[in-house]
């Protein structure tokens, strides 16, 4: 999938962030919990996968 190849190489570059960085990525995590907290009320094939890249998105990111 090219979105998580896009994730790997921009988390992979995040070695150098500094704090205004951290604060964007603390927000985009934010941004994306509301998203997937949004999602989790349909129950569909296709959003459960999407919802499913959310999480692990957000797993990697908080693991940075």
């Not at 090219?2 to 992979?12: G, L, P, S, V, W």
């Not at 996968?49 to 957000?58: E, F, G, P, Y």
């Amino acid at each position: 999938m090219i979105f998580e190849k896009t994730m790997d190489k921009a988390i992979n570059t995040c070695d150098k962030i500094g704090s205004d960085d951290v604060r964007s990525i603390r927000n985009a995590i934010g941004n994306l919990k509301n998203a997937n907290s949004q999602l989790g009320m349909i129950d569909d094939p296709e959003v459960n996968k999407v919802k499913n890249t959310i999480q692990q998105l957000i797993s990697k990111l908080e693991s940075m």
